[in-house]
């Protein structure tokens, strides 16, 4: 790790480069570890995590060396936005059984908050709602807050209506709704809140007749919830032209108090990527200055990087490139690359740089998404890459996205991958 900047500027080209080693995969592991551990509570909106995550960021960046890059509030760049939230108590019985938050059931996260004890279930069939005029039909025998509906046969009706599945709740009625699923459970963050209540209970759980259920769920909506991007940088050279490395540190967070989403792959996998790199440039400084951002947010809806675009840290036209990090636990089958269509001659770089040193067994190309931090950008007119890593267990937005179930295969292939890229920028 000793080679000077002229040396590292023509990296490229050369033969020798600068690897991850073994022991830069430990450290790599440890700050997953870090991110993804208990004290960080899933880094979403139950508890201090998501504001320990952010603290935790800022120093790591000041220990690198990096400098901030506002004028007034140093690393961190404050702003707010509304977030339903599940602290309380949380439990869930299906006549006598209670089952388990997180791996049985989810509550919809922009849920309100019900109760009731050994409530009868009413069952609603919803193969009943062929077209517009019976559901409105049907959604009559339903609408009562205190009352729990079991709704059978939602798949099929989201289908027939145009519903996405995650749309479900808000075109419900008024009451709390059982609608039971099978396999993964998939859960996310809202800023808003539904009329109801949803529950998504595995469908092995049911018993064979259910009569009655004991519900008990508290929400809290909080119209201004505080957040901070984390932003460093390493000067370079040219002062004014930019090239930045972001990855969002938020996660889900917790549903009541037994329900914990780390976040591992998502994305305390890619934060560790990018700390690894801020570390690494740090001390091999570029001809671009690199700014490093921890975004917030994102999975509230790309809320923080949609702040920052709006109030950037330096000129969004000053930015060469920017690189998005988001799901780097394992990249078994290599990479893909969102908006590489939109940006070939970059595309290329990365394809020619992976040909010469055999990093990964593959680079997807993908166009323009929606799926991380870098859209803004995008829409912004800066030249950006989303890339994250295929393989792994496909655990994602559950309770078992934790650091251990990450192999980190290739991930060493990935960070060599970006430090050729960034200098031949
Ligand atoms: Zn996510």
Same mark, same amino acid.
């Given at each position: 790790?000793?080679?000077?900047?002229?040396?590292?500027?023509?990296?490229? #080209?050369? =033969?020798?480069?600068?690897?991850?080693?073994?022991?830069?995969?430990?450290?790599?592991?440890?700050?997953?570890?870090?991110?993804?551990?208990?004290?960080?509570?899933?880094?979403?909106?139950?508890?201090?995590?998501?504001?320990?995550?952010?603290?935790?960021?800022?120093?790591?960046?000041?220990?690198?060396?990096?400098?901030?890059?506002?004028?007034?509030?140093?690393?961190?760049?404050?702003?707010?936005?509304?977030?339903?939230?599940?602290?309380?108590?949380?439990?869930?019985? #299906?006549?006598?059984?209670?089952?388990?938050?997180?791996?049985?059931?989810?509550?919809?996260?922009?849920?309100?908050?019900?109760? %009731?004890?050994?409530?009868?279930?009413?069952?609603?069939?919803?193969?009943?709602?062929?077209?517009?005029?019976?559901?409105?039909?049907?959604?009559?025998?339903?609408?009562?807050?205190?009352?729990?509906?079991?709704?059978?046969?939602?798949?099929?009706?989201?289908?027939?209506?145009?519903?996405?599945?995650?749309?479900?709740?808000?075109?419900?009625?008024? %009451?709390?709704?059982?609608?039971?699923?099978?396999?993964?459970?998939?859960?996310?963050?809202?800023?808003?809140?539904?009329?109801?209540?949803?529950?998504?209970?595995?469908?092995?759980?049911?018993?064979?007749?259910?009569?009655?259920?004991?519900?008990?769920?508290?929400?809290?909506?909080?119209?201004?919830?505080?957040?901070?991007?984390? =932003?460093?940088?390493?000067?370079?050279?040219?002062?004014? &032209?930019?090239?930045?490395?972001?990855?969002?540190?938020?996660?889900?967070?917790?549903?009541?108090?037994?329900?914990?989403?780390?976040?591992?792959?998502?994305?305390?996998?890619?934060?560790?990527?990018?700390?690894?790199?801020?570390?690494?440039?740090?001390?091999?400084?570029?001809?671009?200055?690199?700014?490093?951002?921890?975004? &917030? %947010?994102?999975?509230?809806?790309?809320?923080?990087?949609?702040?920052?675009?709006?109030?950037?840290?330096?000129?969004?036209?000053?930015?060469?490139?920017?690189?998005?990090?988001?799901?780097?636990?394992?990249?078994?089958?290599?990479?893909?690359?969102?908006?590489?269509?939109?940006?070939?001659?970059?595309?290329?770089?990365?394809?020619?740089?992976?040909?010469?040193?055999?990093?990964?067994?593959?680079?997807? &190309?993908? %166009?323009?998404?929606?799926?991380?931090?870098?859209?803004?950008?995008?829409?912004?007119?800066?030249?950006?890459?989303?890339?994250?890593?295929?393989?792994?267990?496909?655990?994602?937005?559950?309770?078992?996205?934790?650091?251990?179930?990450?192999?980190?295969?290739? =991930?060493?292939?990935?960070?060599?991958?970006?430090?050729?890229?960034?200098?031949?920028?």
């Amino acid at each position: 790790m000793l080679l000077n900047r002229t040396f590292l500027f023509f990296s490229f #080209l050369l =033969i020798f480069q600068i690897h991850a080693n073994a022991q830069d995969m430990r450290w790599l592991k440890h700050q997953i570890g870090i991110l993804s551990g208990t004290t960080m509570d899933g880094r979403g909106y139950v508890g201090k995590g998501r504001e320990r995550a952010a603290m935790y960021i800022q120093r790591e960046f000041k220990e690198f060396g990096l400098q901030p890059v506002l004028p007034d509030s140093g690393y961190m760049q404050v702003y707010t936005f509304p977030v339903n939230s599940f602290p309380g108590e949380m439990s869930v019985s #299906l006549n006598k059984k209670e089952i388990a938050a997180g791996t049985e059931y989810l509550v919809d996260a922009a849920s309100i908050g019900f109760d %009731g004890d050994k409530t009868k279930v009413k069952k609603i069939n919803l193969d009943k709602a062929r077209t517009k005029e019976e559901w409105e039909k049907l959604k009559l025998e339903m609408g009562d807050l205190s009352k729990i509906y079991l709704l059978k046969n939602a798949d099929s009706f989201c289908r027939r209506m145009s519903i996405r599945s995650h749309q479900l709740s808000e075109n419900l009625p008024k %009451g709390c709704f059982i609608v039971p699923v099978h396999g993964k459970m998939t859960w996310t963050v809202a800023t808003d809140t539904t009329s109801n209540t949803v529950l998504y209970v595995q469908d092995s759980v049911f018993p064979k007749r259910l009569k009655y259920a004991s519900i008990h769920i508290q929400n809290k909506f909080s119209p201004s919830v505080k957040n901070q991007n984390v =932003i460093g940088m390493v000067p370079g050279t040219v002062k004014d &032209s930019f090239i930045f490395i972001t990855a969002h540190y938020d996660h889900l967070g917790q549903m009541g108090h037994d329900a914990v989403f780390p976040g591992a792959s998502d994305n305390a996998s890619g934060s560790a990527m990018m700390l690894y790199l801020a570390r690494y440039f740090a001390s091999h400084p570029q001809r671009y200055t690199l700014v490093f951002v921890a975004f &917030s %947010g994102e999975e509230a809806g790309l809320l923080g990087s949609k702040y920052f675009t709006e109030h950037p840290a330096v000129p969004l036209s000053n930015i060469r490139f920017l690189v998005n990090l988001d799901i780097m636990g394992d990249a078994t089958d290599g990479v893909t690359v969102v908006n590489a269509t939109e940006f070939p001659r970059e595309f290329k770089l990365l394809e020619t740089i992976n040909q010469t040193k055999s990093n990964l067994p593959q680079i997807r &190309s993908r %166009g323009k998404a929606a799926n991380s931090d870098h859209y803004w950008f995008t829409e912004k007119g800066v030249p950006a890459f989303f890339i994250y890593s295929n393989g792994g267990k496909g655990y994602y937005h559950d309770v078992f996205d934790k650091a251990s179930e990450l192999s980190l295969t290739n =991930i060493d292939g990935v960070i060599k991958l970006i430090q050729d890229f960034i200098p031949a920028l």
